[in-house]
């Protein structure tokens, strides 16, 4: 089954750009959106924003200014650039394969996001 | 950008009861919403998408209702490893939000 795992440093100082990659295993990246979503420690989710494997992008409008997404296919990996961090920038970052919405019949069926990374943990400090 | 508000933000039962989660859309999302489940260290596991199917391997006491702005998630009968907190997840226009969340304790 597919799994997926995010790497990168765990530690970012402020101003500096937070750099993550997400491995797609026991499957094909292809044809497929790929979502990256944070938590601050104690609260809930945020979507950070989605790439599919054309290249094409959609970022959440609050971060869309300092975010970059990217897809490597011959090495099954998306990546997640956010620059410019600050400290409201720690949190826990997971990647996601992201079903979208596809047709069903006669409707379009939105199908969420199943399959997730373990997490990895970031924290912005000098 | 559309706001999801889940109430209530904790619910406490018991094992065997049934639990009643709340997702209101701030404007229609149709059916466009997923709900989750997320337990202590653990990633979010997609629970229900579009509004009422259930994701693979999910048990059928799980189940979802609702459409346009007001949607509901259902645990008929509790288990113990039901106790979690549970977001609600809408896609429109290109954007996905998530509410803040219903944490299910134990009373």
């Known amino acids: 089954q597919v799994q997926l795992q995010e790497s990168g440093p765990g530690l970012v100082k402020p101003s500096e750009t937070l750099s993550l990659t997400c491995t797609v295993s026991g499957g094909s990246i292809s044809s497929y959106y790929w979502s990256w979503i944070r938590q601050p420690a104690g609260k809930g989710l945020e979507w950070i924003g989605r790439?599919?494997?054309?290249?094409?992008?959609n970022y959440n409008p609050s971060l869309k200014s300092r975010v970059t997404m990217s897809v490597d296919t011959s090495k099954n990996q998306f990546s997640l650039k956010l620059s410019s961090v600050t400290a409201a920038d720690t949190a826990v970052y997971y990647c996601?394969?992201?079903?979208?919405?596809?047709?069903?019949?006669?409707?379009?069926?939105?199908?969420?996001?199943?399959?997730w990374g373990q997490g990895t943990t970031v924290t912005v400090s000098s | 950008e559309i706001v999801l508000t889940q109430s209530p933000a904790t619910l406490s039962l018991s094992p065997g009861e049934r639990a009643t989660l709340s997702c209101r859309a701030s404007q229609s999302v149709s059916s466009y919403l997923a709900w989750y489940q997320q337990k202590p260290g653990q990633a979010p596991r997609l629970l229900i998408y579009d509004a009422s199917n259930r994701a693979t391997g999910i048990p059928a006491r799980f189940s979802g209702s609702g459409s346009g702005t007001d949607f509901t998630l259902t645990i008929s009968s509790l288990e113990p490893e039901d106790f979690a907190v549970y977001y609600c997840?809408?896609?429109?226009?290109?954007?996905?939000?998530f509410g803040q969340g219903t944490k299910l304790e134990i009373k």
């Open positions: 996601a394969r992201d079903l979208g919405i596809a047709a069903a019949g006669p409707r379009y069926y939105y199908y969420g996001m199943d399959v």
């Open positions: 790439i599919y494997t054309s290249g094409s992008t």
């Open positions: 997840q809408q896609r429109s226009n290109w954007q996905y939000t």
